[in-house]
């Protein structure tokens, strides 16, 4: 049975924004079709998504590189992990991904 994820502690551009379509396409790259570790707590948002991080083949976390790649931002609202927000604040410093756009507004995803 399918289990969908809501990623922790990041937030993706919404169909239509910026970079909505490189972060899906970055993402099923990264996963699809391939074993994938789930980092849990058991926990469901309302929609019954499982949240957690996806730990990829080589041991990487899906969530963290798309912070890293400017493809999603530290989801500060439900997260206080320095880890992500540090992987945040580089990726703007490098102006990656949505933060290449003058005016990103956080708010818009």
């Known amino acids: 049975m399918p289990v969908r994820i809501?990623?922790?502690h990041?937030?993706?551009p919404e169909r239509g924004?910026?970079?909505y379509k490189v972060a899906k396409q970055f993402t099923s790259d990264a996963c699809f079709?391939?074993?994938?570790?789930i980092r849990h707590a058991g926990n469901f948002d309302k929609y019954g998504r499982l949240l957690g991080e996806v730990v990829l083949p080589d041991g990487r976390v899906l969530n963290k590189e798309l912070v890293k790649q400017?493809?999603?931002v530290h989801f500060k609202k439900y997260s206080t992990s320095t880890e992500y927000?540090?992987?945040e604040i580089q990726a703007r410093k490098q102006r990656l991904g949505?933060?290449?756009i003058a005016?990103?507004?956080v708010g818009k995803l």
């Open 6 to 8: 809501r990623f922790l």
């Open 98 to 100: 949505i933060w290449s």
């Open 33 to 37: 079709r391939k074993t994938v570790q």
């Open 10 to 12: 990041v937030n993706s």
């Open 85 to 87: 927000a540090n992987l």
């Open 103 to 105: 005016d990103y507004s």
């Open 70 to 72: 400017g493809l999603a």
């Open 17 to 19: 924004r910026p970079f």
